[in-house]
């Protein structure tokens, strides 16, 4: 009796491009599923139904773990994501996490419950992947934070350069004629990204010689609107001379425009704002949001084909920076 091995080997292409043919999934060429089905077909190959009805039962889905949830970044990326498993036949399972929640831990649970073919992480803090991800096996792919000094071969990552993006932002607020400068962000403790950020600006800040005092003139946040509405409340009392403030996040900077307006000040004409992210409601914002924009479709794209490699053909981890872009906006003025 035929085996998958031998269809393949005599249609000319892989085990994993005949395995999808088999269980009909939508990225095969026509060219090549006629072939493989002509094969099948002439060989009166059979597939081993308890093995495929034991794949669709117990191992057909991707689980995605999704670390915050008043984010619109995630929402956005979550949303590409989707649409590149979807156009490849995979069935997706979300799980949102709060921010400060172990997405290692979880993705164990979940694995245990699921039993996924493998897993997208959105988010979350690097210490917990130090901690507990050697006990995962399944491919995995780590989206918005890089995972390369972690060194697990079947974690992969893609993200944007987060010190560059906030070395750009900081200098094109200096540009302008901006000394005091404050940054809205997220926690330090649980997203090596904001480390990051934080790191990257203050750095720039001294180059410049503006002095910054991080325990006034920082105030650390989750990533949404209402907490940046209240982070903006805590910085204007602290700094009521600031002229230009950093969000981490669009999110946090469309709360800060909201709190700014209610206390009857404008962006840019009272204080300029840069967000982080480049979310398409940012763009609709009146004033349209001056931005890091990271590229969601990019990195959706290249984090589900890397999985899927992983997935079907055992290759090793893979490391990519995704290039950013800045969108000049309406909510910089120069003083």
Not at 84 to 109: H, I, M, P, T
Not at 181 to 187: L, V
Not at 316 to 327: D, K, N, Q, S
């Amino acid at each position: 009796m035929a085996t998958i091995k031998d269809i393949a080997k005599k249609s000319g292409y892989s085990i994993g491009t005949v395995s999808r043919v088999i269980n009909k999934h939508k990225d095969v060429s026509d060219k090549a599923r006629a072939i493989i089905e002509k094969i099948i077909e002439e060989e009166n190959f059979q597939p081993n139904m308890n093995a495929r009805f034991l794949k669709k039962t117990s191992s057909n889905a991707v689980a995605i773990l999704v670390v915050g949830h008043g984010n619109l970044f995630f929402a956005d990326l979550l949303e590409n994501v989707q649409k590149e498993l979807d156009k490849r036949g995979e069935e997706a399972a979300v799980f949102y996490l709060d921010e400060k929640s172990n997405q290692v831990d979880e993705s164990l649970r979940v694995i245990s419950e699921r039993k996924p073919k493998g897993i997208i992480y959105m988010g979350g803090n690097l210490n917990f992947f130090n901690d507990n991800f050697k006990k995962i096996e399944v491919p995995c792919v780590l989206l918005t934070n890089s995972a390369t000094q972690l060194g697990f071969n079947n974690l992969s990552s893609f993200a944007s350069d987060d010190e560059s993006a906030a070395k750009y932002a900081i200098e094109y607020l200096i540009e302008n004629g901006h000394k005091n400068i404050c940054i809205i962000g997220g926690s330090k403790e649980n997203s090596q990204a904001t480390n990051r950020r934080l790191e990257s600006c203050e750095k720039v800040l001294k180059e410049a010689g503006i002095k910054f005092d991080e325990k006034k003139q920082y105030i650390e946040t989750r990533y949404s609107m209402q907490e940046g509405y209240q982070g903006c409340e805590k910085l204007i009392k602290n700094n009521p001379k600031t002229t230009a403030i950093f969000a981490l996040s669009d999110s946090i900077a469309i709360g800060v425009i909201r709190y700014l307006k209610d206390i009857g000040k404008s962006v840019p004409e009272d204080v300029s704002l840069i967000g982080f992210d480049g979310i398409s409601s940012g763009q609709f914002n009146t004033p349209r949001l001056t931005t890091i924009k990271q590229d969601t479709k990019v990195i959706a794209k290249k984090g589900v084909e890397s999985l899927l490699l992983r997935i079907n053909y055992n290759y090793g981890a893979i490391h990519e920076y995704i290039p950013f872009t800045f969108l000049k906006g309406e909510t910089v003025k120069k003083i």
